[in-house]
């Protein structure tokens, strides 16, 4: 773990919301983020779009 940067293993438990809260200490969510590591197409000129 470096910074604030926190890796939460699913892999542990189908309990997302507690495993959120273990590491927020708190069950309040004001965010997030959806769909990491899904490739987005590219919109430059070296995308060939």
Same mark, same amino acid.
């Given at each position: 773990?470096?910074?604030w940067l926190r890796?939460?293993?699913? =892999? +542990? =438990? #189908? +309990?997302?919301? #507690?495993?959120? &809260?273990?590491? @927020?200490?708190t069950h309040k969510? #004001? =965010?997030? @983020? #959806? &769909? ?7 919109h430059s000129a070296?995308?060939? +779009?």
């Amino acid at each position: 773990m470096q910074g604030w940067l926190r890796t939460i293993d699913l =892999s +542990r =438990s #189908d +309990r997302l919301g #507690d495993m959120i &809260a273990e590491v @927020i200490g708190t069950h309040k969510v #004001d =965010s997030a @983020i #959806d &769909a990491v590591g899904f490739e987005a197409p590219g919109h430059s000129a070296a995308s060939g +779009r």
